[in-house]
């Protein structure tokens, strides 16, 4: 079975810094790209942004640019969400998903279609 | 980047059937068909219920079905049943290269 398995609870203080984690099976992971998705309390989904752990090619929201980092380890299966310095709205549930993708032309132009793997989501906490 | 607009709430009765609307623009939900819609109970992380506007994945009943027409999707959900009930978004792939969600639509079985 496909499974995305995210880290723990979070609680931490304004301007912490903080890395959560994503680790998919071997089979889920290789070949695919991998999104973030915030729910703030109460709230809609928002798409962050999506990574491809074979060469670490990102792409972020403008809502998000310059406000998070995504990265990935792919020796691990297993993709990141980071802050610097968090402050209180970042509060939320973040999720991480399998980014279905369609590549075509040269260079390749990606195409995302859906997200159909979910992990169980991390929630985390931003107060003083 | 706006949110595609969807209407906040929908209701139904079972066996009914309702349509949940998603409206983009001509950069995004009008100008591919990759939209997808997704099904997210209270607590639970979301599911996908329809992609590339009308496709569903394996296991999804065929009860849901997606369409489109201009910077316009719908979801259509026919025999509404009591499980049905829950949070429904979708999303849209845009001309930026990122996707888009829209700002959900909460479904009450009455």
């Known amino acids: 079975e496909v499974q995305l398995v995210q880290s723990a609870t979070e609680v931490k203080k304004p301007g912490e810094s903080l890395r959560i984690s994503c680790k998919g099976s071997q089979n889920s992971f290789t070949g695919y790209w991998f999104a973030w998705v915030r729910q703030m309390p109460g709230k809609g989904l928002e798409w962050m942004g999506v990574?491809?752990?074979?060469?670490?090619?990102?792409r972020y929201s403008p809502s998000f640019q310059g406000q998070v980092t995504i990265s990935a380890d792919k020796s691990i299966s297993t993709a990141y969400l980071q802050w610097g310095s968090l402050k209180a709205s970042d509060t939320a549930m973040y999720y991480c998903?399998?980014?279905?993708?369609?590549?075509?032309?040269?260079?390749?132009?990606?195409?995302?279609?859906?997200?159909?793997?979910w992990g169980q989501g991390t929630t985390v906490t931003v107060s003083s | 980047q706006s949110a595609l607009t969807q209407p906040a709430s929908v209701s139904g009765s079972p066996g009914q059937t309702i349509t949940i609307s998603c409206t983009g623009t001509s950069r995004d939900v009008g100008g591919y068909n990759y939209v997808s819609w997704y099904q997210q109970h209270p607590g639970k992380a979301p599911k996908l219920m329809i992609y590339d506007v009308s496709n569903r994945p394996s296991g999804v009943s065929n009860r849901f079905s997606g369409s489109k027409s201009g910077d316009t999707a719908s979801l259509t959900i026919s025999g509404l049943q009591a499980e049905d009930e829950a949070d429904y978004y979708c999303?849209?792939?845009?001309?930026?290269?990122?996707?888009?969600f829209g700002g959900g639509t909460k479904l009450t079985v009455l």
């Open positions: 990574i491809y752990p074979g060469d670490s090619d990102t």
């Open positions: 999303s849209s792939y845009t001309s930026s290269s990122t996707v888009l």
């Open positions: 998903a399998r980014q279905r993708t369609y590549g075509s032309g040269s260079p390749t132009n990606y195409y995302f279609y859906g997200m159909d793997v």
